[in-house]
C-alpha cells in the first residue's frame, strides 16, 4: 500500500492547483485520474473567463485569490497564460436588473471587490457598438480578466511536477474504506492507498466518488456547449455578461480572446441535467440570435468550433468546502457550477495553507482567516436560495 500526506481525487481545475501548493508547503502529494491526462474532464471545456464578481463574499475572496495567481503566472513562473485584465461587464437592460445590480454592489465592494455602476455611455465606451436602445447602463469590475484554460492547467501540471507530485493517470478510484470515522484506505484499479488526508476533487463525478465512501454530496451536473469564432482585429476589452432569462435560455457571456478569437457560452432553459458531452444543433442558433440581437457587429464573424462541457452544479449554486461527518480526514471540495476554473487556483492555495495551519492536516480549519469561506460553503448549509451571478 502507498502512503501520503495527501490523495488528491481529480487532476483538474481544482485538483492540479491544489497539489501544486500543498506539495510547495513540503507535503507528499498524489493526485489520481481516470482520464489520461491532467485537465481532461471539464477543465478543456472551460471559455477562459476568471471574475471576482460574484454575489457571496466567500466566492469573492476564492476568486480574488484566483486572479491574483493568474495574473502574475507569467512573472512569477515565467508560463505565459495568455492574462488579459479586460474586466467583466454585467449590462442592464431593464429596472429589475438595475435594482438586483445596484444593490448588489455594496455586498460587493464591502467584500473589497473593485466594481461600481457604469452609465450607458460608459458601457458604449467598453464594449463599441453595443444595442443602445434599453441600456440602462451596467457593472464594471476592471480587474477581471481572461486566460487559456489549456495553457493555465498545463502550466500547474508542470509546477506540481516540478514541486515532486506524483500524478497517477488512467487509474480509477473503485472503492474507499471507512475505519473510524476516517479513510482508512482507497482502492483503484491498479493499487491500494492511504493517506493523512483524501480530497474529492472529482468534478462531475463527485457525487460518485462520495458515494463509495457511503455518503453523498449534492452535486449534480448539466450539460453547457461554447463556441469560439475566427481572429479578428481587437474591437473589445471585458468579458460581456448579459443575466436577463428569456424562454429558452438564461443568462449568456462572450469576450475577445487575447488571440482575436471571440469565445461564447449559453445556459441553456430549462438545465440539461447528465453527462451528454456531445454538440447539438440547436446550441448555435440560440446563442448567435441572442449574442447579435445584444452586439449587432458581431453577424459576420466565422464561427470555427462549438464544444459541450458539464456543469458540476449544487441546489444553491454554491461550491461544497469541507468534511463530511462520516470521514473526518475526507475533504470535499466539490461543486463549482461550472467556475472551477476561475475559483481552482484560489481555492487550492487557500486549502493549501489552511492544511498546514493547524496541529494536523486531517482537521477542519475554521479558525483559521479563511473560516468564514468554509462556513459559507459547508456541506451541512441548508442550500436555500440561488447564487444571483451563477
Known sequence: MKHYDIVIIG???????????CAKKGLKVCVLDREASWGRGQNRAAIGGLRATHSDAAKIRIAKESIAIVSKMREETGHDVEWHSGGYLFVAYDEEREKSFRELLAKQKAAGLDIDWVSPEGVSKLAPGVKTEGLRGGTYSPGDGYASPLMTSTAFH??????????????????IEIAGGRVARLLTNLGD???DLFVNAAGADAAEISGLAGFSVPVRPDSH???????????????????????????YYFYQAMTGQVVFCITPKPQLWGKDCDSTSTFLPLVLKRMIELYPRLRNLKVRRTWRGLYPMTPDGFPVVGYPREAGNFLQAVGMCGQGFMLGPGLGKILAETFVSGASIDKPAGSTEYGFVFDQLSLYRDFGGMEMLK
Open 11 to 21: 487532476a483538474g481545475s481544482v485538483g492540479v492547483p491544489l497539489s501544486y501548493y
Open 158 to 175: 508542470r509546477l506540481a511536477m516540478e514541486a515532486g507530485v506524483e500524478f497517477r493517470f488512467r487509474e480509477k478510484v473503485t472503492g
Open 193 to 195: 492507498y492511504a493517506a
Open 225 to 251: 456547449e461554447g463556441g469560439v469564432t475566427e481572429p479578428v482585429a481587437r474591437f473589445m476589452e471585458p468579458m460581456l455578461v448579459d443575466i436577463r432569462p428569456d424562454g429558452e435560455s438564461g443568462n
